[in-house]
């Protein structure tokens, strides 16, 4: 099957994006809308893609190559991460501001996502610090901090009008994912359930963590009961524990991601909203 590169860019014009494009030596090149660019027409190989890559990155382009035939049609399912994917914060760093350990939280959160903390064992050390919080600081990070990520809306209006379900699976927490369910229409979603008594967080998880294990598990799940492959799942992350998932898709995408993920992913949107996928796609 033949190979298409998609260049596209918030800031880059079509002369930034055919600068680029001519690394490829494409046979034709489309223009897909004023910030995006489709070639078509060349041989790939492990060297053209490293420097077409690399002279991407420095201009502030994502570059994918993918099957020139594949579309929207051949999936059935988005899965997505909720924190710093689809949504730009990561709530439990917030939720610790509110407790004054947002540095200690964030910290540890970092290391999780980078892969160099298992995600299990830092969940419960983070959820450990939120004790004696009142639940009420939960709706002040979602009425006041949470923010779809850039193209998250245009994106997922765009999936669901190509008749694709929706999942959101995360590290985090029910008291989002569920508000974030009603208000963007998605089909599924699966995250930890903080424990609270007396109006007050008690520094637990109630039941099994949403770990990177079963972050897999769910979209294997969702998939059978679509009556789909896996391989016709889209899933989109942005940290270490969204790995798992992403290896059983038919495609993988590393949104503004830490490097392990864009390593191994097969999208990578670092300068693009979640909405390069239907450019990719489209």
Known sequence: MST??????PQADQAALARVA??????????????ALRCDGFDVTPELKAAVDAAAHAAGIDA????AGLTLAD?????MDMDSTLITIECIDE???????????????????????????SLTRRVALLEGL????????????????????????????????????????TFFTERLKTRLGLDYTHANVLEAAGGVLTGRVVGGIVDAEEKKRTVERVCAELGIDTKRAIVMGDGANDLRMMGVSGLSVAFRAKPVVRAQAGVALNFTGLDGLLTILG
């Open 95 to 121: 939720i610790a501001d509110m407790q004054g350990l947002k540095p200690q939280v964030s910290a540890i959160t970092e290391a999780a996502m980078r892969g160099e903390l298992d995600f299990a064992e």
């Open 64 to 67: 994918t190559f993918v099957d």
């Open 4 to 9: 298409k590169l998609v260049l596209q860019g």
């Open 22 to 35: 001519q690394l490829a030596r494409p046979a034709r090149t489309t223009e897909l809308h004023a910030h």
């Open 75 to 79: 999936f059935g399912l988005v899965a």
């Open 134 to 173: 009142p639940t009420s600081a939960l709706a002040r990070v979602y009425e006041e901090r949470l923010r779809i990520s850039p193209g998250g809306e245009a994106m997922l209006l765009g999936v669901q009008a190509a008749g694709l379900k929706t999942l959101l699976v995360s590290g985090g927490f």
